[in-house]
């Protein structure tokens, strides 16, 4: 079995005490922080990457991994115990989950958060494994058109899964792929936009402008309109499900699973989409769909499987194809470009290692959780607790020394000043972030894509239709701009994000 | 221009697209535009600013058809306070050191808030500054000066 042979690899690289260790700590910081109001996965993981930049790729990479589903994890505790998601992926845990701590069941809620994500996070990392291999075989075989074609589907995708309009999401992936091109020209050695800076030629930093974005700009939104938080949670009791309960969860979990697992992969889905299609799903199959809202359990099991299983799977995009799929992913791969490792189809036969030893900790990740969180949901609460009047300045200062520490520069706090006000003011004109981040991520890749297949093609731009898989995602591409912009279709979507 | 402005959202956001587009179409015709087969560095560029100049228009241009909700107010002390404290932090760092950079980062940024009171975050400020001088520079050996050249007798 080829399978085991990989899982075998895997497991061999987890198993030693120093990559057990860093999975361990990368799954309780990220609980830590992802537990605070306000700080989602991207903001938790751009924080705490200085942590990991004296370790080696393979531990880090475990750390930041670990990190992702600690703080999805502590998201979902938050939303759960103080109605206030930390990200957007556990808004919808947040309807029944509070309502369910509100009549005292806040230990049965938080059970199942944790057993419907652990079980998807299982069935989720298989799936990685089984899928993988045979998806990057068939990456190997792409050539500049499909590669292009294949960013073009994807960033479509973004388009059309960001909530809000559609016309303002475009126009932030545009000007994230023109910031992209910020630095210097491979092809010519031309220094693009950066005026005259040399703290520029490399380009804009990811990491600079997420900080900026997400953290800053987030920070001056909250303290807009500073409320005071319920903070009168109590003692969490009752954390073991009775065996009816325990009836009630396990179809809602495997269907979020599933759900969660195939939406997981798309572009700029993930974790997100896959629990609110988790969570109208179930509305549609119960027979009692007018409680939900007010307390179900199954509100709760089949979101939480399904953001889990799409966590875990907008790994494989990036892991196969070197693409990425949401902020978190595009987090990932400026972490592996800075050990040293350029994502694509080659990382898994190359280092067959770091690969397995990713999907494995994965697994291991979602133990550790699953074994430790409920233990240490007394301190969770307390991190909880913590008013945001005390925490937000501690944010700017993670913020600001990790910024720092990436290259040693005060040039890049300027810039991440300068992308927090750009933050704010795009989020007072509701204007997301999300797509422009995937689109500076995008942005060299794709012109470099596209020069290369207009060169070999003799600049003749029918090479994108005559190869058929290009054919394909573009065809695709296209159906599925036309399906959402149709005003029928429009209304629906409308609908389900109301949902 | 207000009766005309239906969507304020709309009209803004168009505004910032049309910014980046044209100054990505004005910058660029310093750099060499190449062909088609032979793209030179202002050809990607060139392109993605024509389509956020297409984008910026047609939502100037959906902002006086569909009407949407009124922007709230801008929070410019807020803002200020908040954007400025890592900008004062690069600033001090190498005069003043990492720990004396922090305490005033911590200080400067509390005022942002409304229950800023004095005592607590001159605590608070202490606090963090020892808490990162023990996490970033003794634990975790990250270069960064603990006192500045202000220190230096």
């Given at each position: 079995m080829e399978l085991l042979d990989h899982l075998g690899i895997g497991f061999e690289t987890v198993f030693t005490v120093s990559n057990l260790l860093y999975?361990?700590?990368?799954?309780?910081?990220?609980?830590?922080?992802?537990?605070?109001?306000?700080?989602?996965?991207?903001?938790?993981?751009?924080?705490?990457?200085?942590?990991?930049?004296?370790?080696?790729?393979?531990?880090?990479?475990?750390?930041?991994?670990?990190?992702?589903?600690?703080?999805?994890?502590?998201?979902?505790?938050?939303?759960?115990?103080?109605?206030?998601?930390?990200?957007?992926?556990?808004?919808?845990?947040?309807?029944?989950?509070?309502k369910m701590a509100r009549q005292g069941q806040a230990g049965k809620a938080l059970a199942t958060a944790a057993i419907c994500s652990f079980v998807a996070g299982c069935i989720a990392t298989l799936v990685i494994a089984v899928f993988a291999p045979p998806l990057a075989d068939l990456a190997l075989e792409f050539g500049p058109a499909e590669y292009f074609s294949l960013m073009v589907l994807g960033l479509v995708a973004s388009v059309i899964l960001a909530a809000g309009s559609l016309l303002r999401a475009v126009g932030m992936i545009l000007i994230g792929l023109l910031l992209g091109l910020v630095g210097t020209d491979v092809n010519s050695g031309v220094q693009r936009?950066?005026?005259?800076?040399?703290?520029?030629?490399?380009?804009?930093?990811?990491?600079?402008?997420?900080?900026?974005?997400?953290?800053?700009?987030?920070?001056?939104?909250?303290?807009?309109?500073?409320?005071?938080?319920?903070?009168?949670?109590?003692?969490?009791?009752?954390?073991?499900?009775?065996?009816?309960?325990?009836k009630r969860i396990v179809a809602p979990a495997f269907r979020g699973t599933a759900l969660g697992t195939v939406l997981g992969i798309l572009p700029g889905g993930g974790a997100m989409l896959s629990s609110f299609?988790?969570?109208?799903?179930?509305?549609?199959?119960?027979?009692?769909?007018?409680?939900?809202?007010?307390?179900?359990?199954?509100?709760?099991?089949?979101?939480?499987?399904?953001?889990?299983?799409?966590a875990q799977t907008s790994f494989i995009p990036m892991?196969?194809?070197?693409?990425?799929?949401?902020?978190?992913?595009?987090?990932?791969?400026?972490?592996?470009?800075?050990?040293?490792?350029?994502?694509?189809?080659?990382?898994?036969?190359?280092?067959?290692?770091?690969?397995w030893g990713i999907v494995v900790s994965m697994w291991i990740g979602n133990l550790f959780l699953v074994i430790l969180n409920l233990p240490l949901i007394g301190l969770w609460v307390r991190m909880i607790m913590v008013p945001y009047h005390f925490l937000f300045p501690g944010i700017i200062v993670f913020c600001t020394i990790g910024v720092y520490s990436l290259n040693n520069s005060t040039f890049d706090l300027y810039l991440m000043a300068i992308f927090g006000l750009f933050g704010y003011v795009c989020a007072k004109f509701e204007m997301?972030?999300?797509?422009?981040?995937?689109?500076?991520?995008?942005?060299?890749?794709?012109?470099?894509?596209?020069?290369?297949?207009?060169?070999?093609?003799?600049?003749?731009?029918?090479?994108?239709?005559?190869?058929?898989?290009?054919?394909?995602?573009?065809?695709?591409?296209?159906?599925?701009?036309?399906?959402?912009?149709l005003p029928a279709l429009r209304q629906k979507r409308a609908e389900a994000f109301v949902e | 221009m207000r009766l005309l402005i239906k969507n304020p959202q709309d009209f803004w956001s168009g505004i910032i697209f049309l910014i980046f587009g044209s100054g990505a179409i004005l910058i660029g015709r310093d750099y060499a535009m190449g062909t088609a087969g032979q793209m030179g560095p202002a050809y990607f560029p060139t392109a993605i600013g024509a389509l956020l100049l297409?984008?910026?228009?047609?939502?100037?241009?959906?902002?006086?058809?569909?009407?949407?909700?009124?922007?709230?107010?801008?929070?410019?002390?807020?803002?200020?306070?908040?954007?400025?404290?890592?900008?004062?932090?690069?600033l001090l760092l190498h005069v003043g050191g990492f720990l004396v950079a922090i305490f005033l980062l911590v200080l400067i940024s509390g005022c942002a808030s409304t229950r800023f009171r004095t005592v607590p975050y001159l605590a608070l400020a202490l606090g963090f500054a020892l808490f990162c001088v023990l996490l970033f520079v003794v634990l975790l050996g990250i270069p960064l000066p603990i006192f500045g050249t202000l220190f230096n007798f």
């Open positions: 999975c361990l700590i990368g799954v309780l910081l990220g609980t830590a922080i992802g537990v605070l109001p306000g700080l989602g996965p991207a903001a938790t993981i751009a924080m705490l990457l200085p942590l990991t930049f004296n370790l080696s790729a393979i531990p880090a990479l475990i750390m930041l991994a670990g990190i992702y589903y600690g703080s999805q994890y502590g998201g979902s505790t938050t939303a759960i115990l103080v109605n206030l998601p930390g990200e957007s992926s556990s808004v919808v845990t947040a309807l029944d989950g509070y936009y950066t005026f005259g800076r040399p703290e520029l030629f490399d380009g804009l930093d990811f990491v600079v402008v997420a900080m900026g974005m997400f953290a800053l700009g987030e920070i001056i939104r909250n303290l807009e309109n500073e409320i005071e938080r319920n903070t009168t949670t109590g003692k969490v009791t009752g954390l073991m499900l009775t065996r009816e309960d325990l299609a988790a969570y109208s799903v179930e509305k549609k199959v119960s027979p009692n769909s007018a409680h939900f809202g007010k307390g179900m359990i199954e509100g709760v099991a089949a979101p939480e499987a399904a953001n889990n299983a799409g892991l196969t194809l070197g693409i990425p799929s949401n902020p978190v992913m595009a987090l990932m791969i400026g972490a592996m470009i800075m050990q040293g490792i350029q994502p694509g189809p080659a990382v898994m036969t190359e280092q067959p290692a770091l690969f997301e972030a999300a797509p422009m981040l995937l689109g500076l991520i995008l942005g060299p890749m794709m012109e470099e894509y596209l020069r290369r297949a207009m060169l070999m093609s003799r600049s003749d731009p029918m090479v994108f239709l005559q190869e058929p898989i290009s054919a394909v995602m573009l065809a695709v591409a296209v159906l599925s701009l036309a399906a959402v912009v | 297409l984008v910026g228009a047609l939502a100037l241009l959906r902002s006086t058809i569909r009407s949407g909700p009124a922007i709230g107010r801008f929070s410019m002390k807020q803002a200020a306070l908040v954007l400025s404290a890592p900008i004062l932090f690069g």
